[in-house]
């Protein structure tokens, strides 16, 4: 079973940024769709960004937009999502998810995504 694993959540001040990263173990991303989703307490898990690494398109949620950046990262197994100006309402578990076949257009439904991450705490105090 391919697994992904989160890394970079914490805490951190209204303002303040903070770097995810998505890595898979044991295999690489290449021409696969990666998304971020999050989850927050008492609501839906959400597809905030999402990149098709066979093309380098890029979807971002509105609320995201123009704060977050969804990037590959230096090696073939890794995702990056850059956080910047973040604020209390994007307290949530963040996972990644990837799928080799599927190709991301924005608001996509968390069953598209065939493997997971186990999610990481990003909590932004006020």
């Known amino acids: 079973q391919r697994q992904l694993v989160e890394s970079g959540g914490g805490l951190v001040q209204f303002g303040g940024s903070l770097r995810l990263a998505c890595a898979a173990s044991?295999?690489?991303?290449?021409?696969?769709?990666i998304a971020w989703f999050r989850q927050a307490p008492g609501k839906e898990r959400e597809e905030i960004s999402c990149?098709?690494?066979?093309?380098?398109?890029?979807y971002y949620t509105d609320s995201v937009k123009g704060r977050f950046t969804i990037s590959r990262g230096d090696t073939r197994n890794t995702v990056n999502l850059q956080m910047n100006s973040l604020r209390p309402e994007d307290t949530a578990v963040y996972y990644c998810a990837a799928d080799r076949y599927y190709y991301c257009s924005g608001n996509d439904r968390a069953d598209e995504y065939d493997y997971w991450g186990q999610g990481t705490q990003v909590t932004v105090s006020s």
């Open positions: 044991g295999w690489t991303l290449d021409y696969y769709t």
């Open positions: 990149i098709n690494t066979s093309d380098g398109s890029t």
